[in-house]
Every structure is written in structure tokens, then in C-alpha cells.
């Protein structure tokens, strides 16, 4: 696509729930990244995925967090019994090889309730 | 250990003054990438520009200019001429050479660009 494109753009769920965001990158793009974005702070990288080389996971927070890209493309971020201290913008980019610079997505507006 | 620091968390100007950013770095690396991206109220990451270590020319784009001083490790950003539409969140980012693609983010400048 023309751009990253992720899903939900917002999304409430109960304290407790799984949730699922996805990211769709840029076609042919090889790398893919998932961030977080609390209220107030700035980005804090989550995972890395390079081709089909084993994920960057050293920036996820717990093992209640999880990840995964399927056919070098679209990426799904997995949040198991969410705790109120998830509730973030989740951002994911997308970029060629090697290229810094890459294209942010709108994000995923997760509140746990 | 690497690290961003924007010690501006918010900056209040009137239009058409102009506004500098500050963004001060730490690493080991020998080669690394500095960033800056632009996050406007509607949320989107925009990517401004990325400079490599071994160059430290300035660079002007348009009323944007950015001042890379190894000596100082610093990577500041001056917006001339500002005006409402630069009204944003600015980040400055770090990356590393080589293979490693995540970078590390400093907590953001929030400037408001008042009419």
C-alpha cells in the first residue's frame, strides 16, 4: 500500500482481555518495528523484524507482549491480559533494509479499562 | 549506554519568531544516525530528516535548519520564521550503525506556534 496502515486505530478493552493490533507495512519493505507511545513520553521500541531473520524482541516489556510477521508482511502485536499500564498509542514502521528513516503508521489507541 | 535527551518539554512562541530545539545525544558507536521527526496533533510520525555521523555539515530545508556539533554531541533543530502549522511534538532520534534498526527516541519538544 501507499502507506502503513494499522488496526484498530482505537480500541477499549477490559482490564484482563487479549488484544490483537495489526500492522500492514509499506509493500516491499523488509523491515518492520512496533512502538509504544505513552501519554506524555516518547517512543519506546517494542520489536524488530528484519526479512526473515529471528525478531529484535529485546524491547518487550513483558511476556505478556508478543509478535509476529507472517510472509515478511503484515505483523500482528499480541497483548495478553491487558493491564490498565498498556493503555498507549502503539506505533508501527516499516522500512527498506538497512534505510533509517522509515514511515510511521497512524497507530493503534489502546485503553484498558 | 544510548541515550536522547530534549531537555525543552514545551516551547510557546508567537508566529513568525523564530525557534530553536535542542537535542543532545550519548553513545559509544563511532557511526551512528540522528533523526527528527515531526508528530502533529493528528498523531502521525513524520520523518524531517536523517543525518549520518561522519557528516556534519549543516543542512537548511526551506524555514527548517539543523546544526549537528559532534564536540558537543548535540543535533539541534531551528524552525525560522515559524508559523501555526508547525505547531507539533518534535522528536530527535538516535540510531546505530550497522544492522541494529530500532532507534532511540528522546521524549519530544512540544512547540505551540501561536498566531
Known amino acids: 500500500g501507499a502507506g502503513v496502515s494499522q488496526s484498530p486505530s482505537n480500541k477499549v478493552t477490559e482490564k484482563g482481555k487479549d488484544v490483537e493490533l495489526r500492522c500492514d507495512p509499506i509493500?516491499?519493505?523488509?523491515?518492520l518495528y512496533w512502538y509504544r507511545q505513552s501519554l506524555g513520553q516518547g517512543l519506546e521500541f517494542l520489536i524488530y523484524?528484519?526479512?526473515?531473520?529471528?525478531?529484535?524482541k529485546s524491547g518487550l516489556p513483558s511476556d505478556r507482549f508478543s509478535a509476529e510477521r507472517t510472509g515478511g508482511s503484515v505483523s500482528t502485536l499480541t497483548i495478553q491480559r491487558t493491564q490498565q499500564e498498556d493503555s498507549a498509542v502503539y506505533l508501527c514502521?516499516?522500512?527498506?533494509?538497512?534505510?533509517?528513516?522509515?514511515?510511521f503508521g497512524s497507530g493503534t489507541r489502546l485503553t484498558v479499562v | 549506554a544510548q541515550k536522547v535527551t530534549q531537555a525543552q518539554t514545551e516551547i510557546s512562541v508567537v508566529e513568525k519568531e523564530d525557534v530553536t530545539l535542542d537535542c543532545v545525544y550519548e553513545?559509544?558507536?563511532?557511526?551512528?544516525?540522528l533523526f527528527w521527526y515531526k508528530q502533529p496533533p493528528s498523531g502521525e510520525l513524520v520523518f524531517l530528516i536523517r543525518?549520518?555521523?561522519?557528516?556534519?555539515q549543516n543542512e537548511i530545508s526551506g524555514r527548517y535548519s539543523w546544526n549537528f556539533q559532534k564536540s558537543t554531541s548535540s543535533f539541534n533543530f531551528t524552525i525560522t520564521a515559524s508559523q501555526v502549522v508547525d505547531s507539533a511534538v518534535y522528536f530527535c532520534?538516535?540510531?546505530?550503525?550497522?544492522?541494529?534498526?530500532?532507534?532511540?527516541f528522546g521524549k519530544g519538544t512540544k512547540l505551540s506556534v501561536k498566531p
Open positions: 509493500s516491499g519493505h523488509t523491515a
Open positions: 514502521a516499516s522500512s527498506f533494509e538497512g534505510v533509517y528513516g522509515y514511515t
Open positions: 532520534a538516535l540510531g546505530r550503525g550497522g544492522s541494529q534498526g530500532n532507534l532511540i
Open positions: 523484524f528484519q526479512g526473515n531473520s529471528a525478531p529484535d
Open positions: 553513545t559509544r558507536d563511532t557511526t551512528y544516525y
Open positions: 543525518r549520518n555521523s561522519f557528516d556534519e
